[in-house]
């Protein structure tokens, strides 16, 4: 595309965003945290009996060559992270620990073992619901009202060696996009808490932490132990809860599917060379679906999403996933110069592991079940 041609989409981009409402910053937490609650110890040591270990083990075979010869060698790849109790049998932790392993193990804070049994696991929320019928599990109570910014939060959870960890913090920020939200935690976020609890000041459940901001830091001379790092994402527990009873249901998570494949669609800035993104390049659309019956067509750039700016596909991909079924979306999109309009029903997204929301997950998806073929990112 020419100089001139580019010009021509960025502006006409431009213009189409203005109808639609910029994805607005995060908003700091200006409110002092309140003083440490006297039972902040009591509150982890109970909330400690609820929140498990988990170990997703995996066999890994590769083939390499000694004295000339090829040879298949076998080792159990394991993942650790944290789980919460939320019934006497039932544990809720990430997708991103369990995905792909054949074999889950969970220890207890008093030391009992038993091995989990999946119940059903979602990508797009990144949660997975396990069952041991083995263990009595003392549960956590959700809490009936959604954690505030200046909320203090004590987050409970267990390390890579199964040890119990713990960190006291606040809600600094909350991430609002169109069907859901994140809160980010001043937390200490140690190894080995993906799916650890987060509780309020009453020891109740406000959310499932999913992970960290920045890169973990290995340990003093380069060994394989990492220190605590970065700041703790969690996902709020009125989020959680609808995505469990799913899980616990159906074993599945209903999500919206558009019918689009999209590409990303940048510029370089003209001063400082820097890359900007511009929204989502129709690649191709589904004949008969959502996207098809509201209009779209390859070459079009979808810009608006429910009054959010899209910038990139899978930022769109996620949005329309985290919508139910049958919904009805306000969809914005450029036509060369022309921008359009219109709202789309979504229909049902029939993969169970879409591929964009595997994102960067090291572990390939178990054999079975097979995702259903023409599922690309970006729908």
């Known amino acids: 595309m020419t100089t001139q041609g580019y010009r021509a989409v960025r502006r006409a981009a431009w213009l189409a965003g203005v109808s639609v409402l910029l994805l607005a910053p995060a908003v700091r937490s200006q409110v002092a945290p309140a003083s440490p609650p006297a039972s902040v110890e009591a509150i982890a040591d109970r909330a400690g009996r609820s929140v498990v270990t ?3 083990q995996r066999t890994v075979t590769r083939t390499v060559t000694r004295a000339g010869a090829k040879q298949s060698v076998s080792r ?11 019934e006497e049998h039932v544990i809720l932790t990430t997708a991103s620990v369990v995905l792909g392993s054949e074999h889950i193990i969970v220890y207890t804070s008093n030391g ?35 954690a ?16 119990a960890t713990q960190s006291v913090g606040m809600v600094e920020y909350v991430y609002r996009e ?29 959310g499932i932490v999913q992970g960290e901001l920045g890169s973990p830091s290995r340990g003093v001379g380069g ?27 159906d074993g599945r998570m209903r999500h919206g599917y558009l ?46 999403f429910e009054n959010e700016r899209v910038e990139y596909p899978e930022q769109l991909a996620r949005w329309v996933a985290e919508t139910p079924p049958g919904m009805a979306v306000a969809l914005v999109w450029v036509r060369g110069e022309e921008m359009r309009s219109g709202r789309a029903n979504l229909a049902e997204l029939r993969d169970s592991l879409p591929r964009w929301a595997l994102g960067n997950l090291r572990w390939a998806p178990p054999a079975t079940p097979a995702p259903v073929s023409n599922e690309n990112p970006g729908r």
């Open 54 to 56: 988990v170990f997703a």
């Open 76 to 86: 159990v790849h394991t993942r650790v992270g944290s789980g919460v109790a939320v």
């Open 112 to 146: 009992l073992e038993a091995e989990a049994q999946p119940v059903g696991m979602d990508l797009v929320f990144n949660l997975a619901l396990l069952r041991v019928p083995e263990l009595e599990l003392p549960w956590l109570r959700p809490a009936a009202s959604p």
């Open 148 to 163: 505030q910014l200046g909320d203090r939060v004590i987050a409970v959870g267990t390390s890579y060696r199964a040890q």
């Open 178 to 206: 169109p069907r859901s939200s994140l809160l980010q935690l001043t937390n200490v976020v140690y190894p080995g808490n993906s799916g650890a609890a987060a509780l309020n000041a009453q020891g109740e459940l406000v």
């Open 223 to 249: 060994g394989s132990s990492r220190r605590p790092n970065g700041t703790s994402f969690v996902m709020p527990i009125q989020q959680v809860w609808p995505v469990y009873e799913s899980l616990k249901r």
């Open 259 to 304: 019918g689009v494949s999209t590409r990303a669609e940048v510029v370089r800035s003209e001063i400082d060379n820097a890359e900007v993104a511009l929204g989502a390049r129709v690649e191709s659309v589904q004949t008969g679906g959502p996207a098809a019956r509201v209009g779209l067509r390859p070459r079009d750039l979808i810009v608006g």
